[in-house]
């Protein structure tokens, strides 16, 4: 186990049993996105699974929040679905942030266009999901002006505390070894502070690969990283790889607090 390891259930609880299958975080928030699915109001995510005796449960859903420009951040935000989706009971759902340059701006700085299957997301959607990641490049340090400006639209939530208690967490880009892996994330953290979510950072539970020296990799204690030099560096299978575990991580931790009975034991085979 790597030094700061993750967490274990504590000896005084029991194991988990099919009574607990029912206890969900903010119970506002589910019984709303429950009826949502049966009344068919959201097709946009089919989010139910089958329960005992015919019971309908939403199924868990982490959505994965981010801007990218030139892909890198993309890139650990599809390794970070797969982590979420190897756990059963919770999927990650992929949404941008909306665009904030004109496209001529875009042209200019020759910006690749974007998949459409990546839908963009609004901040009134934000309430549906179970836990959040979010995903942006720095700028000087911090995110990137598209996350902020997306930040900046959820002043509604704030002023009802919509997003209170949910588990949140981030995952960045630089250009440089010294741009802001940490400072970004760090400085971030206030937006979930407002918000009152709880904020997740990874720790060292990807265990030996956050001590390897022999290349270099981005990610920090605060979240996966990636370096993108001039643009055209791709992320190393290190950096993939903890993205994927920091979903998988993600994803245990949604479990605990909608099941809070269940263990979290990350996997330190890495």
Request: net charge negative; aromatic share 8%.
């Amino acid at each position: 186990m790597g030094k700061g390891g993750g967490c274990c259930a504590t000896k005084h609880r029991s194991p988990l049993d099919e009574s607990d299958n029912d206890i969900l975080p903010n119970p506002q928030r589910d019984s709303r996105s429950v009826t949502s699915v049966q009344e068919g109001q959201n097709p946009r995510i089919d989010s139910t699974v089958p329960l005992q005796d015919g019971a309908l449960l939403k199924k868990l859903r982490i959505f994965i929040v981010f801007y990218s420009m030139y892909g890198h951040i993309e890139g650990l935000a599809r390794m970070m679905k797969k982590g979420i989706d190897g756990i059963e009971g919770v999927e990650g759902v992929l949404f941008r942030v909306p665009e904030t340059l004109s496209p001529e701006v875009l042209d200019q700085m020759k910006v690749p266009s974007k998949e459409e299957e990546v839908p963009v997301i609004s901040a009134e959607e934000l309430v549906e999901a179970d836990g959040l990641l979010f995903g942006f490049p720095t700028r000087y340090g911090s995110m990137s002006a598209q996350m902020k400006a997306f930040f900046d639209s959820t002043g509604q939530l704030w002023k009802e505390q919509k997003l209170a208690g949910v588990p949140a967490g981030f995952f960045v880009s630089t250009g440089t070894q010294g741009g802001g892996q940490e400072t970004t994330a760090w400085t971030a953290i206030t937006q979930l502070a407002h918000h009152g979510m709880l904020y997740v950072p990874i720790g060292y539970t990807f265990g030996a690969g956050m001590f390897k020296m022999d290349s270099i990799r981005g990610g920090s204690p605060y979240g996966a990283g990636v370096f993108s030099g001039d643009g055209s560096r791709e992320p190393s299978d290190t950096e993939l790889a903890l993205a994927e575990h920091q979903g998988k991580y993600m994803a245990m931790i949604v479990k605990r607090v909608a099941r809070p009975y269940e263990s979290i034991a990350p996997d330190h085979s890495t």
